[in-house]
DNA sequence: ATTCCCTCCTGCGCGC
DNA sequence: TGCGCGCAGGAGGGAA
């Protein structure tokens, strides 16, 4: 499930192995994704050197000499770098991206990510899904006071709210989940009764909480050199996410997983949430300090 | 405008 | 052992 740490270790994975090469062309064994791919992706391609990459949100904006890619890893979507003479590809490789004896290999099982060309006549920017993007987490802009005014006109509980995107991108339903835990907010809240002062907290979380996965995911950079890389997640680490039933590390009581409607939208939360219930909303002082892994 | 619900897709784990 | 079901989840889009 990658998410925003996940996306950026790919950035930089393939950035440090391929970055400033020239591209010697693209094999697409399969177009059928969230946008199709271009069959003819390697005579785009071809000869155009990779000058940087750029993440914004889950998206990445590949930059070559005339134009860009853009591609997103939608649910299980992931990119190795490969010697594509010497590893075969296996089922759900969708897409080689070639430069000399180094290869970006894209494979993606259930196909909701995309790899789409542009023109350089064209902005990434301005396609309407990136154009409309919430705000980076670590941008100056996310603030507790602007994330406050957004959220204002919104009831739904925070933890839909966050994974929106519209107020900031990036966070997934697991790093969702674990940020609101270390922020102590119950995931159930509406968003528009959330202070400003608890805000803070949950601004403060999200950066912890993805700042650690980096962290995590960039001891496997390496990993990107070898086909069998495994991903570097956080689940491992995670305090609530997937942990239904297993004692709460803060409390020990056992962490609840509610449900809304048809299973969608898990909502994982702890014991620690019925405290938070008793909580006055704006009653900052009773809110336990963060967590330190 | 906001919120709800469905869709895309495959792999996996569960119960029978 | 094998089969069917339901779940997982990012994001768009249409309906309410």
Redesign the pocket.
Known sequence: ???LPEVEITRLGILKRVGGRRCTGAVVRET?F?KAAPANLSELLKGQCLRSIERR???LIWSFDRGYIVS?L???GVMRIVDPKATEPV??DHIDILFGDLAVRYHD????GFLIWLPESQDPHDL??IAKLGEEPFSDDFTADRLHSALA????PIK??L?T?KYV?GV???YCSESLFEACISPLTPANKLSTKRLERLVAAIRQVLTLSLQEGGSTLKDFVSAEGEQGYFTLNAKV??KAGKPCSCCGRPIKKL?K????H?FAVTAKEDIDVLLAINDEDSIPPLQRP
Do not use: D
């Open positions: 499930m990658p998410e059928r969230r949100g889950k998206y997103h939608g649910m299980s089922k759900h099982p259930r196909r909701f309407p899904e006109n919104t009831s739904l839909e709210a994974l995107g991108v997934g339903n697991i996410y997937g449900f409607t048809k299973g969608r898990i």
